[in-house]
Each structure stands twice: as structure tokens, then as C-alpha cells.
């Protein structure tokens, strides 16, 4: 494995670096910012990278957040940017139900509605790409099991289980219960594919974890014996997939930009980007870089060293 | 590994049979009754063994129900029990936290609270060991997660987080929802140990499955890496320990009554009673217990068989 290259304070490296790629994807918290304090280096970095001409893409693994949501919190932070350059796992899990999925799954095409297990980032998605959902915000589904719940669905009662669901897709819930947990359940052993925006087990918040979207789905994939979701937030490829589908990019000209080797540096690595760029600013250390099983083309101290040279 | 003996029909079998133990432990869904059916047989063999001075005990995974809540279910099946013959998961937990972890555990003397992720019946068996207690059925954590919980949580202030919980015990709980699942997270990242009633990943009702407790404790297990709870349901024989402790039994005369052979059998060898026996009424086949991993000592068609021939 080779050492990566450490750009931090080499003009002439990052000045062959910048030229190398027409499209950097970036990961967000731990590059960006950090919590609530964004890095002094970020804005100025951006605005370097678009007078140059390149794509910037903000990639974000948050489900629970639709795109122009997301745009909303990159404006909060000070960074400024627009609708098509954000990319959520969300997004991308609609993309795939409303593009890709009809191929592949012929046998589900008269069955296209979604039962949604998360917030309302999920539910926009879907709405944009034109596809049917049911469950996700509706305030029906937020109540106690009762015994008619279990009968109907035991007998698979078009009253409490709708026909024409062929996906479950489960994101972060902060409203999460037992009810959904059935309604998914029922409709996975119905045939139903089992989808999940992420699998990120913890949410950073507060300087502390809590439950994510990963966790939402454990519960289903042990009452299925073990079964995992086909999952889109980075490191899966049908994220990267995704992203390639909308900006119909060179891969060999891109470079994913994150604090993390094992998902943000291993999702460039897996696609065969042409070039991981990983930043000091957030989860991994310099030894995980130099010296882990995943490590980044390149990497700088931090982001903005690429214009404080 | 050794054939079951097969007892249906041969007086002589049984009688020796019978002879050998004094005590029997009774799986009950699938070995008594099926669903709301109770077998014919089951009255009439659970009064003979009474008549023969054999003492017998109904062994429930069930964490939702309290001991007491349990005879009434066996009653309203039509089986005559006292609370003293149930011995049910949490029951199990309640015993186990109340008498064998201050000794195991003399760190969390101090620390002597449980909070709760389960109905009523953890509560009431918690109760009866006087074991202190919060979470479970309380109002208060039937709510929405705020900001505030977030940050009071990641501070570990004890507004939100009881210094003294030193245990955190999940069962089944149909009003699960996103805040128990943080409060148990932070209190085991805390040093609470993580136990669970049991690790069953379903619930059959109505003919279909549903959530189990097992599937209530899969978040956690996601967000802590991997750590599994200590479990009291069967097979785990935490159970059998505090069976043994309760009634000080000697193990080479007990015998476990069960229709499933990974669960209830396996319960009985691994603890090793001196028999077991198998029931065809219930989950596992013939082929099972005659050519399956996890034999019984002995197999009948149905429970009533050994007063009927």
C-alpha cells in the first residue's frame, strides 16, 4: 500500500493536485465544520474550487433531511450552495426506487408504493422523484398496537397492509415504535424489499452519540434472521452509483474529500474515484491515514490548506 | 449422539419414566396449548403428576407479564397453577440483579437502580426483589426527543441521567420509542450493565409474528459495536440457575417438558437435568428430535400421551 501524499504548505503538489480533477465530493462534519464551528478555511476553499471551474458536491449520509433541507444548513453554517449540489442518502435512496429498481425488480413494478420507517427528508425525496409512500410522518402510525392490528396483519388484511407496497426504506425515526416495526416487518415477509437510507449506528449531536438510522433498522434484520438492508449512504456504492447517474461524471477525474478512512476515504477507494483527499479535522488520525488498511491518495492538515499556501 | 426413546403407547416406558424425576419444567405455548387451544391432554397430565407429589413449574420467556399475571393466563386457559409454579424471564432478572450481581458486581453496590426498557411485568418482579427502578411504563418517557435531552444527556447531568443506574434491563416493550433507546445507550456508556430479559427475536400472536424482546435490545447491540446483553430467558441459563435457586432442586431429577428443540431442550441439556422431553404439538419436528443437533432424552406425540396409554 502507498504512502499517501501530504499536500499541507506544497504549492506545487496541490497546484498538480487541483489540476488532476474536474469534481470533488465532499463529506461534511469533520471537513467543513465541526459540530456548530465552521472551519475558517471552508468558504474560502469552495470559492477557489468553483472559480476554477470544478463541481463541488456535498455528500451526506443524513437521511432525516431532504436536499433543499440540507441547503438550508449549509447556508446556517455560512457556506453558500444550491439544490444540485447536495447529495443525501435520502436522494439517493429515491433515485434508486424510481430509476433503477423497475429494471432490476420487474416483478415489483405494480407493486410501487414505499412504506417509509423515518422523517420527512425521506418523504420529500420520494416526492420528488415521483414515487408513492405511506408510513414515514403520518400521524396514524404514530399510536399503541392494538389486537385488531395483529389479526389484520396476521391474515394480511389489505385493510392494514396495502398491496401495492413493494419497498420498506428505513432512515432515521425519531418516531420510531413497535406499530412500524410490524407494519415493515409484515410487508418485508410479504415480498417487500428491505431498503435503508444508511447504516451509520450512531448520530453525532450535542458532543455525543445517539441512535442512527442503522439502529432503526437492527430490530428488523433480527427478526429476519439476520438479513441486512440493501443500504445507500457512503461507503455503499449504490450511493456513489447514484451520484454518477446525476452528474455523469469521470470517476478517474473525481476526488472524494473526508475525515473518515473507513467510510468517506473507503466509499473514493471502492469507486474508483481518481483521487481521496483525507483532512485531519474530524475522526481519523494521522497513523490511520499513514498507516491503516484505508488510506487517502492525499491529505492536508486541513481543508483550507489548499489556498493558505 | 443418542436415539429418543419414544414413550407414546408404552405404559412401562412411561411409568419408568416418571419414575426418574421430581420435578418437571413446562415450556407452555406449543407443549400445553397452541395459541388460544388448549390440548386435551394437558390438565389431566399435569394432575397426575401432582397426584404423584412431582413438583412442576411453568418456565416463560414472557418478560411483558408478571408472575402473577402469568397464573392468570395459565387459569383462563384453564389450567390451575400458583404464582409460586410460574418462573418467567423477568422474574429471572429481578432475582438475578436483586441477589447474585451484588456479589458479582460490588463496583455498582452504590449504584443500585435499573432503568427499564419493558411493561409492567419487569416492574412488578423488580418490585417484588425490591429492587429500584425507572423508565419502563412512566409517562414521562413516552414522549418526543428534544434538544435539551440531547445536551443534558452528552453532559451526563443528572437532570437527565441517574447517577445511581447501575443496570439497564430491556424486555419486550410495545411503547419503545426513540428517547428509551438514548437513555439506555448513555446509561450503558456510563458503566450500566446491559442485561435483557430475553433474546427471543419474535412474538407469535394471532398466528404471525411479531417484535420480540430480542428485537427491542438489536438497536443497542448496533450502536455499542457489537455487545450483546446478558440474557435470563431460556436457553440461557442464567434461567436455570435462578430456577435452581428458587427451588433448590437437584438437577438429576428434574426434567424439561418443551416443543422446541434449540430453545427448550437445549435449555434442559446444557443445564444438565437429568432428562428431557420432547413434544410433537408444537415448532420442532420428529426429524428434529430423532436426527437434529439437539436431541431430547425422550419424545411423545403429544404431553397428554403420558396418561393415556
Chains 1, 2 share one sequence.
Not at 12 to 26: C, G, P, R, W
Request: proline letters at 5%.
Amino acid at each position: 500500500m502507498s504512502t499517501p501524499d501530504y499536500l499541507t504548505g506544497n504549492k506545487e503538489a496541490i497546484s498538480q493536485f487541483l489540476d488532476k480533477f474536474d469534481v470533488f465530493l465532499f463529506d461534511c462534519d469533520g471537513v467543513l465544520w465541526s459540530g456548530d464551528h465552521l472551519f475558517p478555511g471552508s468558504v474560502p476553499t469552495l470559492e477557489m474550487l468553483r472559480n476554477k471551474g470544478k463541481q463541488v458536491v456535498f455528500v451526506t449520509n443524513n437521511s432525516t433531511k431532504s436536499r433543499e433541507d440540507y441547503r438550508k444548513k449549509l447556508e446556517s453554517m455560512g457556506i453558500p450552495a444550491t439544490v444540485e449540489e447536495v447529495f443525501g442518502s435520502s436522494y439517493s435512496a429515491a433515485i434508486y426506487i424510481s430509476r433503477i429498481l423497475p429494471q432490476r425488480h420487474p416483478e415489483l413494478k405494480k407493486r410501487n408504493k414505499v412504506f417509509v420507517v423515518g422523517e420527512a427528508g425521506i418523504e420529500t425525496e420520494l416526492d420528488s422523484e415521483g414515487v408513492s409512500h405511506l408510513g414515514g410522518t403520518d400521524p396514524a402510525y404514530r399510536r399503541d398496537v392494538t389486537p385488531e392490528d395483529y389479526k389484520l396483519m396476521a391474515a394480511g388484511d389489505p385493510k392494514a397492509l396495502d398491496p401495492d407496497v413493494g419497498v420498506v426504506l428505513v432512515g432515521l425515526d425519531f418516531h420510531f415504535n413497535y406499530l412500524k416495526m410490524c407494519y415493515a416487518y409484515h410487508y418485508i415477509k410479504r415480498g417487500a424489499l428491505f431498503l435503508a437510507t444508511n447504516m451509520d449506528s450512531t448520530l453525532p449531536s450535542a458532543g455525543a452519540l445517539f441512535p442512527g438510522a442503522g439502529s432503526i433498522s437492527a430490530p428488523l434484520t433480527k427478526m429476519l434472521g439476520g438479513q441486512e438492508p440493501m443500504a445507500f449512504g457512503k461507503p455503499n456504492q449504490a450511493m456513489m452509483d447514484a451520484i454518477e447517474g446525476k452528474f455523469k461524471f469521470d470517476r478517474s477525474r473525481a476526488c472524494m474529500v473526508g475525515d473518515r478512512a473507513n467510510t468517506d476515504i473507503r466509499f473514493g477507494l471502492e469507486g474508483k474515484l481518481g483521487g481521496t483527499l483525507g483532512v485531519l479535522t474530524g475522526v481519523s488520525t494521522k497513523e490511520e491515514f499513514l498507516e491503516g488498511d484505508t488510506r487517502p491518495a492525499y491529505y492536508v492538515d486541513q481543508l483550507g490548506d489548499l489556498v493558505e499556501t
